[in-house]
């Protein structure tokens, strides 16, 4: 297994996600600031990996200051770890359990440990999540099954074994999966690079198309379902996903393919009644003005590039957490899967 | 004007298409060989600059050949020229009326004559062809307009003018356009590449999207209409359009946002009963693996690269050709504009 963070107790190690497919590189950061410009770049990328690696930065912060100065460091590294990026929720939830850390720690000598006790809990808990998201999810899987997936929300997306990718790598350990398709998923080409890179590493048979052919591809051949990841769900079942998951659950809903979200509990937000009120990141214009790096665009162009869109609860078939499969979702559905808002984050 | 094609008496000028934005180019072709390679790599590109460039590849074919075997060569490079990309119609229509003038040529010496005759009024047809879809259509724009479209029917898809373009072109020129949005058409960029420059060029407020961004934007901001060309429309009015054409088209219904297809007569063909019918080209993975020669996607997957679908005709609000615009594209409404099989290609 490929691990996105791993705490080395005096670093992080973080794979750097930019240069994949074609180099697997670490980098060992040993400071917050280094960790949240490694959000911010996209180096660690995916929900529950960047709260994990957020949780982490934490840590850093503290085990560098000098003792008098390690509350306020530590207040310091969550405010700037909050402020990389907007969309996931799962580094704020993360964030506000280190918060929680601060406030009720006793000692500059015991809160180091107690930060990193918190953090390697957040880290296994998102380990165990995947677990169960793709033993749970792969029971939604045909038999001979060609499921459709978007982004990455795999093995480097996570903790470990992902979330979409995850039930999909489990449905072919269980002799279900025909094979998985996956979008290239332009400006970033996660798909491309990533998703492809981690389903052929897991043997399983992948095909990659451009983001425009799912529309052909769901009308000419036969898509058993559609499985991705979230970076937010809103208390009514809407999702905030990687920009192109509303256009697949469009079409999916078109041509009656079950659309399925695979996401942990840390990625539900209770205190956003839908997702109209989910902050969509927009991201620099370079990202889609360039192909991998090389100028495309025409000089003298505009350009947008929302990173993320909601996918409206109506079009979800299902919601799979580490908890249970909700079907239909719906407002007291996520409250049962994920406990009332003051329980909500242990 | 940029030009696509150009006759120069003894040789075709082709601007390559495949070098924009950031080269502008032109090849001085001498032999239908050279045509048929251009139109197969995509040098010139678009179904009616395709059409009118294998017309004069048929000329140079018979400019070339000793007077005895001069049919023998044109009937040749009609053939070859005939293999070399399968989904657009005007090329097939251009190489029946080439095809024509050879079976009623009386001497090798008038042939030369009667074939350039032809392909220069090809040409002509498409020019004049374009300027009136592009004066239709813009009837059709509302004022302070915002227009999506994909791909590239533009001046260099076709003769002159364009077809989607040429109507997003007059509809600025009259003052009744905001902004066009284009999406970047992945695999080979045509939106991004193409349609990008030649808007810009014509002074039209240009926004470059990526091809998942459109569900995100016609479901946060107004999209006063969609606006594409097309590569072949069966008799009952569904259309084929570079891939991506038939997602925009479901997201517009799914919106209410009206669906155009602009393109000349010389785009249907009666003797397709529907869209089932069209022979969708498949090309080279390269151009979903790579981009410029740059590797994106990992080892080992495997990829799908249709390069056109279909949009059934109950998606689209109006198809405009030169003869006229024909709301809710049925077969009886299109043998109208066109004419019947027998008269159609005069």
New interface residues.
């Given amino acids: 297994m490929t691990y996105s963070v791993e705490w080395r107790g005096d670093h992080v190690r973080l794979l750097d996600q930019r240069l994949?497919?074609?180099d697997e590189h670490y980098l060992e950061l040993t400071s917050s600031n280094q960790v949240a410009d490694a959000i911010r770049n996209m180096t660690v990328r995916g929900a529950p990996a960047i709260g994990v690696a957020a949780a982490y930065g934490v840590v850093l912060a503290a085990l560098k200051a000098a003792p008098d100065r390690r509350v306020d460091a530590s207040r310091d590294a969550i405010a700037a770890l909050g402020r990389t990026r907007p969309t996931a929720v799962n580094l704020f939830a993360a964030l506000d359990r280190m918060r929680r850390v601060l406030d009720s720690a006793r000692s500059a000598e015991r809160l180091v440990e107690s930060l990193a006790q918190t953090a390697v809990s957040i880290h296994q808990e998102e380990i165990d999540a995947s677990a169960s998201i793709s033993r749970l999810g792969a029971s939604l899987i045909p038999e001979k099954a060609t499921v459709l997936t978007h982004c990455n929300a795999g093995t480097i997306a996570t903790a470990a074994h992902g979330t979409a990718l995850g039930v999909i790598v489990e449905a072919h350990r269980q002799g279900k999966l025909e094979r998985a398709?996956?979008?290239?998923?332009?400006?970033l080409?996660q798909g491309?690079?990533?998703t492809?890179?981690e389903?052929?590493r897991a043997g399983v048979?992948?095909?990659?198309?451009?983001?425009?052919?799912?529309?052909?591809?769901m009308?000419t051949t036969r898509i058993d379902c559609v499985l991705v990841g979230a970076d937010r769900i809103a208390a009514n079942g809407d999702v905030a996903n990687k920009?192109?998951t509303?256009?697949i659950?469009?079409?999916a809903r078109?041509h009656h393919v079950p659309f399925y979200v695979a996401a942990p509990g840390s990625s539900v937000d209770l205190s956003l009644r839908s997702g109209s009120e989910i902050e969509i990141e927009q991201r620099d214009s370079t990202e889609?003005?360039t192909?991998?790096?090389?100028?495309?665009?025409?000089?003298?162009?505009?350009?947008?590039n929302?990173a993320f869109?909601?996918t409206p609860r109506r079009l979800i078939t299902a919601i799979v957490t580490e908890r249970g499969i909700l079907m239909a979702p719906s407002k007291n559905g996520l409250r049962m899967i994920v406990g009332c808002p003051g329980e909500r984050r242990k």
């Fill in positions: 994949l497919p074609y398709i996956t979008t290239e998923t332009r400006p080409l491309a690079r990533l492809a890179w389903l052929v048979p992948t095909t990659l198309i451009t983001d425009s052919m799912v529309g052909h591809l009308r920009i192109g509303y256009t659950a469009v079409l078109t889609v003005a192909f991998a790096g090389r100028p495309v665009a025409a000089d003298g162009v505009d350009f947008w929302p869109d909601v």
